[in-house]
């Protein structure tokens, strides 16, 4: 069974880095794009940015690009998201997520990790 487990959340400043980290296990890792998400209180939740298998090719949402940059360490079976020059709106809990190859769905996905952003 495939395990996604976050972590790096943290109360921050505006203006402040961070750097989540998610170890995965139990997934042949370069089999499956990667993603983050965050859904903050009272919205939806939106995909952040996302490493795609088979290019390794990433995307990233507007109100991120720029600042967010995803990364692996396929050593390691992890997935990173460096949050940079973070902004009130960004607080939210951040989650990272699965998907096998061709397929349409997120199926792992890992806790979640609190990140808030003071003003």
């Known amino acids: 069974q495939a395990q996604l487990v976050e972590s790096g959340g943290g109360l921050v400043q505006a203006g402040d880095s961070l750097r989540l980290s998610c170890a995965t296990s139990g997934l042949a890792f370069s089999m499956y794009t990667l993603a983050w998400f965050r859904q903050a209180a009272g919205k939806e939740r939106e995909i952040v940015a996302a490493?795609?298998?088979?290019?390794?090719?990433?995307y990233y949402a507007d109100s991120v690009k720029g600042r967010f940059i995803i990364s692996t360490n396929n050593a390691k079976n992890t997935v990173y998201l460096q949050m940079n020059n973070l902004k009130a709106d960004d607080t939210a809990v951040y989650y990272c997520a699965a998907k096998y190859r061709g397929t349409a769905d997120y199926r792992y996905w890992g806790q979640g990790t609190q990140v808030t952003v003071s003003s």
């Open positions: 490493l795609y298998w088979d290019s390794r090719n990433t």
